[in-house]
């Protein structure tokens, strides 16, 4: 009943898409500046009933009818309540479903935000958008549909992976596409700007909130990705330029360059077709992960079951935007007049771009080009963390100097008098560089170079928000963002720097001694829980130096439905740093293999990103308020 | 003055630049590595069987005096160039590596140009 | 079209790859097989098994055909077990080897790029490897090393 309820409400759906376009064209012809009532009408219903959709898929869940063939492949009635909800969209089906959601929710809130602009734009950005909205209902329809039925209706589900019962996990998916699905709203405007040539400062305006939305909800997205990739995963570390999480901070890059391009549009009406080309590239650059992550074209850590038909189809869509975005732009496109001095605010922003381009070709490069190779020659290749190390960082030393300087830089012209300030916050810099080789160890050129410009930036933020505090000019959403960025950077390389992992196979009542640290195999316990059997090992850590003792206990897990095996790592975390310890069992033997890490700020990268989050969203509000 | 300051701290600073990193080291080789046995995850963070016997072998190639790059070279030549995370630096990997820089000077070209136009 | 092309790990470049460095402990004596001792034969088959691996045990009826070959050896590598364990093992399903070594740690096996049991190699008197098997033979595989050979 509730697949026919579903599959129902997603055909009324594509009848209301294909009603709003219509209508949308229609109203066109009519000469007046409104948008008739009956379109907000449809708009919400459409809106409504979707959510209602989406409800019908999470009611399956909760009951578990299994006569849902996505609820029996990713659910079980063992399964806690939590994540009985959260498995509607941990699954391929399900997801798309919170895809067209988003997409039918953002295109209602831009109709009724939007009411002081251009009539013919609002259309054209909701006809876009409804295209878009078209494109994933028939994609759910005909290909990836989480109302199929299957018949006779099992009598349990097979979904019972314990790595995907997590919270993090769980909110990991809603706020991501918060972020790049929302980038659908500013595709569809910047088609329908070009279309209608509403190329005014206006247009910044319309859109500036979105991307800021998009950006934050991202930012976040690839926060808890990360968080849970640490916790979960078990080998310590949060990024691993894998695919999936590639494609995640292709679409950020993208939307960095946005937001700030979109700051020197609004004021100086300069790079109307750059901001649209960057409006165009997120959204493209979203589907095109869609399609990198579930066509199974990538080999990840985290890949979905595959199918070549989901691949195909994403594909096909992929280039119809593309080509379309392409012909729209070639066909609009006008020399623009430009008065750029190249000591100015609107410089230091386009060299944002100008790096975040950087990033973002790299990071694509990385990802896409093992398939290239593959196809054309067989030979399969790796790329992983040591590539993108060695080709971005020595490239962030130099953007986080001239992220420090930019935002002081004046709008059209600047005298750079305060060349001398710089000076000392670079001298500033380098002696707390020094201080610390001095206090700890030395480390690499390459490492010295990052703390120290990321020092400079966060000391010339600092400094820059100090005084500007004291003419009440403070720009808090900036400085908190930048310095922010600057604190990250710099805890991820104290982190990296300072970091000691240590792998040994050891046995009970065995100590392994190390620098200051001793660590025993103190006890071993089998426990059992309701759905696994666990190993626990009880580690003692011992300082040395300090005498201070820690017991981490680390968990192997049995479990039987479905028969896996998981690593739990035991955390510890503190202000200074985490303990980490994974403990796995050596196959005919009574040897454990541990892995114990120092893992030193950790909480502090965490922390940097939220509140790099904060800035974003303190502008979002302050942008609000103004209006 | 200042700026000569500026030199001195810098020179002192960098003369203290750990050079140790000759050493070859154990871990950094292993998460070099891919797990080939697993889905993405390298020899370093498996806990695979295969992961045990690489690390073994790694261990007797490391005693034996060979460097990083050897290493990677013979586990290459067994396993194929997948199992190594640092794409090889040849003539089949080039645009891989030069691309991102030829990028960045583009768009530095890019803007230069944008700048000699307003002076018309 | 590259989107079903398998993910899976393939080892087809070795093919044409010749092998070197060998020197495998025997099973029962102290003593070790060697390239020269490869170079004997007109066609080698390398095989990696152990008692604790259950897809080993499909495999083992067509090793044993292979056996009867003559123009092929099979070398048995006996991959991270125990003496007591591999001789049941070849005790209750037979034993297809003309040479059995034992490789109880797996580092040998990795010079020859061995990944996961069974696998198994053809080389002929030259060391160049003619082809590699992942996973337990199948009866093309079976019918290919025959046609090969012969």
Redesign the interface.
């Known amino acids: 009943m509730l697949s026919n309820f579903g599959n129902l409400l997603l055909f009324i759906n594509i009848f209301l898409s294909f009603v709003i376009i219509y209508s949308a064209l229609r109203c066109l012809k009519i000469s007046n500046k409104f948008i008739p009532k009956t379109i907000y009408q449809i708009s919400t219903l459409q809106s409504t009933l979707i959510i209602i959709c989406f409800f019908t898929l999470i009611a399956g869940f909760i009951v578990s009818d299994f006569s849902l063939i996505t609820v029996y492949q990713n659910s079980h009635t063992l399964k806690p309540l939590f994540y009985k909800i959260s498995g509607t969209w941990g699954n391929h089906e399900g997801s798309l479903l919170l895809w067209v959601i988003i997409l039918t929710i953002f295109s209602f809130l831009f109709l009724v935000i939007t009411k002081n602009h251009p009539k013919e734009y609002r259309i054209f950005t909701l006809v876009i958008q409804n295209i878009l909205i078209l494109g994933f209902l028939f994609f759910i329809l005909f290909n990836s549909n989480p109302f199929s039925a299957i018949s006779p209706i099992p009598k349990e589900g097979l979904g019972l992976n314990p790595i995907l019962q997590d919270p993090a996990l769980a909110i990991h998916p809603p706020l991501l596409y918060l972020g790049f699905v929302g980038s659908s709203i500013y595709f569809s405007a910047a088609m329908a700007s070009l279309i209608t040539n509403y190329s005014q400062t206006a247009f910044a305006h319309s859109i500036k909130n979105w991307v800021l939305i998009s950006w934050c909800f991202q930012t976040l997205g690839i926060l808890v990705g990360s968080i849970w990739a640490y916790y979960e995963l078990g080998w310590g570390g949060f990024w691993f330029w894998d695919p999936v999480e590639n494609a995640s901070l292709l679409p950020w890059f993208a939307m960095t360059a946005l937001l700030h391009s979109l700051i020197v549009f609004e004021k100086r009406g300069l790079f109307y077709f750059w901001v649209i080309t960057l409006c165009l590239l997120t959204f493209i650059l979203s589907v095109t992960g869609t399609f990198l992550v579930r066509s199974g074209i990538l080999n990840s850590v985290h890949t979905f079951a595959s199918d070549p038909t989901r691949g195909i189809y994403i594909l096909l869509f992929l280039t119809l935007m593309i080509f379309s975005s392409i012909f729209l732009l070639f066909k609009k496109y006008k020399k623009e007049n430009y008065d750029l001095n190249p000591n100015s605010k609107e410089t230091f922003i386009l060299v944002n771009n100008w790096f975040m381009m950087f990033y973002l070709i790299t990071v694509l490069l990385g990802t896409i080009y093992p398939i290239f190779t593959d196809v054309l020659t067989g030979n399969k290749i790796s790329i992983g963390p040591p590539f993108y190390n060695v080709v971005i960082i020595p490239v962030v030393v130099i953007f986080l100097l001239i992220m420090a300087i930019g935002p002081k830089v004046k709008w059209i012209k600047e005298k750079f008098n305060n060349l001398k300030n710089y000076l000392l916050i670079l001298l500033g810099s380098i002696l707390i560089n020094f201080l610390i080789i001095f206090l700890f160890k030395s480390y690499s050129i390459l490492s010295n170079l990052i703390i120290i410009s990321s020092l400079f930036l966060i000391i010339s933020s600092l400094i820059d928000a100090f005084k500007s505090f004291k003419k009440n000019k403070t720009d808090f959403a900036r400085v908190i963002s930048h310095a922010s960025f600057g604190f990250l950077i710099m805890f991820i390389g104290l982190n990296h720097i300072f970091s000691i992992e240590k792998d040994y196979n050891i046995k009970l009542g065995e100590t392994k001694n190390f620098d200051n640290y001793s660590i025993k195999l103190q006890n071993l316990e089998t426990e059992n829980f309701s759905n696994y059997k666990a190993v626990i090992g009880s580690l003692e850590i011992k300082n040395n130096k300090t005498n201070r003792k820690n017991i981490l206990k680390p968990e192997i897990r049995i479990y039987e439905n479905p028969q896996t095996l998981t690593y739990e790592a035991a955390i510890t975390t503190s202000v200074l740093k985490d303990y980490y310890l994974t403990m796995s069992n050596i196959d005919r033997s009574d040897y454990y293999n541990i892995k114990f890490q120092k893992k030193p700020l950790m909480i502090w990268i965490w922390i940097s990103v939220i509140m790099i989050t904060i800035g974003g969203f303190l502008r979002l509000f302050q942008n609000a308020k103004y209006n | 003055m200042k700026f000569k300051l500026l030199m001195i701290i810098l020179l002192l600073n960098f003369s203290l630049v750990n050079g140790e990193e000759k050493k070859v080291d154990q871990n950094t080789i292993h998460k070099n590595l891919r797990c080939l046995v697993c889905q993405g995850q390298s020899i370093a963070d498996s806990n695979s069987d295969f992961a045990q016997t690489i690390k073994l072998v790694v261990k007797d190639l490391i005693n034996d005096g060979k460097t990083e790059r050897e290493i990677y070279a013979f586990m290459a030549d067994k396993y194929g160039d997948w199992i190594v995370f640092k794409p090889q630096v040849n003539k089949q990997n080039f645009i891989l590596w030069f691309l991102p820089y030829l990028a960045l000077v583009l768009g530095g070209v890019i803007i230069f140009f944008l700048f000699k136009r307003r002076r018309n | 079209m590259?989107?079903?092309?398998d993910?899976n790990?393939?080892?087809?470049?070795?093919t044409g790859?010749k092998i070197s460095n060998i020197s495998l402990e025997y099973f029962d004596e102290n003593k070790f097989y060697k390239e020269e001792d490869l170079k004997r034969n007109n066609y080698t088959l390398i095989n990696f098994w152990a008692s604790?691996c259950l897809p080993c045990r499909q495999e083992h009826s067509l090793l044993i055909q292979l056996s009867k070959e003559k123009n092929l050896k099979l070398l048995g590598v006996n991959f991270?077990d125990?003496k007591k364990q591999a001789e049941m093992f070849l005790n209750e399903l037979g034993n297809p080897y003309d040479f059995l070594t034992k490789d109880e740690?797996?580092?040998s096996?990795?010079?020859?790029?061995i990944?996961?049991i069974p696998e198994s190699i053809l080389v002929n008197k030259d060391l160049m490897i003619l082809k590699k098997f992942v996973g337990p033979l199948s009866t093309e595989d079976y019918d290919s090393i025959v046609e090969i050979i012969n």
């Not at chain 3, 590259?2 to 092309?5: A, E, I, S």
């Not at chain 3, 790990?9 to 070795?14: D, G, S, V």
């Not at chain 3, 096996?109 to 790029?113: I, R």
């Open positions: 590259g989107l079903n092309k993910t790990y393939k080892t087809n470049f070795l790859k604790w991270k125990k740690l797996g580092k096996s990795v010079k020859f790029g990944f996961g």
